[in-house]
């Protein structure tokens, strides 16, 4: 049983949420008589990238009538502010139903050594470009997809963490002890602690307080003058939601070792204070094997 008791209470103030119809993805409706209707597949699509795509991501697309071949214009739309559109482009601007074929492929083109060897998700939108194009009952007039190039994890051995997450908020003995370390194949500097506040690995962890196994904890440090860690989960909940960590200051590296210096990593329970951090880390310090 957890004992600990919370060091920093924030009083939360109640919310009521007014909720909206969410138009973002409306279908678009048509007469039953219509001949012919197209669909997307799925809502929303999140994939890995690796070497066997051969830089080419396939998004199926359907069509209620088979009986001639057809094309329909097709268009790809991100944010302004990244350069997505510059790493992913249709093949054509259009996709083709043979006949008697009631699925095609829309072809995104990408070269995968451009894509961020970190993990990065890509969102993007594929759509169909006239908004006329009749869409089948209960279908999906566009498709969003988030896309990341697929890393391959090796084992890096045992290092040793130090823990100044858990103590920013409970009062818990600051303790060192080792966890498992992995690398990625393809980014020197891009580690992961594997289940580093698991049971049987972080000493206060019980074993019915686990909510993500494994977990990973992304450590990015390509550049060992600004280490960080993208917000995560660390795979525990003690009794208000699990709790999460986050970069917001970088971290060094020198050598083998890894220091957060307190107040670089804000802490927070996702059930917590209305899922926002409430306190910073104090120090951190990851050695690697």
């Known amino acids: 049983m957890n004992t600990t008791i919370k060091l920093l209470i924030i009083a939360a103030a109640a919310l009521i949420g007014l909720s909206a119809c969410n138009q973002d993805n409306e279908r678009v409706s048509y007469d039953e008589s219509t001949s012919v209707a197209y669909s997307f597949l799925q809502t929303n699509i999140v994939t890995e990238l690796t070497p066997d795509n051969n830089g080419v991501l396939q998004v199926t697309v359907s069509r209620t009538?088979?009986?001639?071949?057809?094309?329909?214009?097709?268009?790809?739309?991100?944010?302004?502010?990244?350069?997505?559109?510059?790493?992913?482009?249709?093949?054509?601007?259009s996709i083709?139903?043979?006949?008697?074929?009631?699925?095609?492929?829309?072809?995104?083109e990408f070269t995968l050594n451009d894509l961020a060897p970190d993990g990065t998700q890509y969102p993007f939108t594929l759509e169909f470009n006239d908004p006329e194009t009749p869409i089948s009952i209960g279908g999906n007039n566009k498709t969003t997809i988030k896309a990341s190039r697929k890393l391959t994890w090796v084992n890096a051995g045992t290092g040793q963490w130090t823990d100044g997450i858990i103590v920013a908020g409970y009062s818990v003995p600051v303790l060192t002890y080792p966890v498992s370390v992995q690398r990625a194949e393809e980014a020197e500097g891009l580690y992961r602690l594997v289940n580093p506040y698991g049971f049987g690995v972080y000493e206060y962890t019980e074993a019915a307080e686990v909510v993500a196994d494994p977990c990973?904890?992304?450590?990015?440090?390509?550049?060992?003058?600004?280490?960080?860690?993208?917000?995560?989960?660390?795979?525990i909940n003690w009794g208000d939601g699990e709790f999460f960590i986050a970069s917001r200051a970088y971290a060094t590296r020198s050598g083998k070792t890894i220091t957060f210096a307190a107040q670089t990593l804000v802490v927070g329970e996702r059930n917590y204070n209305n899922g926002q951090p409430y306190a910073y880390n104090k120090e951190c310090v990851l050695v690697l094997p």
């Open 216 to 235: 990973y904890v992304l450590i990015d440090a390509i550049d060992p003058d600004r280490v960080v860690i993208p917000e995560t989960g660390i795979g």
């Open 96 to 108: 083709s139903f043979e006949a008697g074929a009631y699925e095609a492929g829309a072809r995104v």
């Open 65 to 93: 009538n088979a009986t001639v071949a057809a094309t329909v214009a097709m268009k790809l739309t991100a944010s302004t502010a990244t350069n997505i559109a510059e790493l992913f482009a249709l093949t054509t601007n």
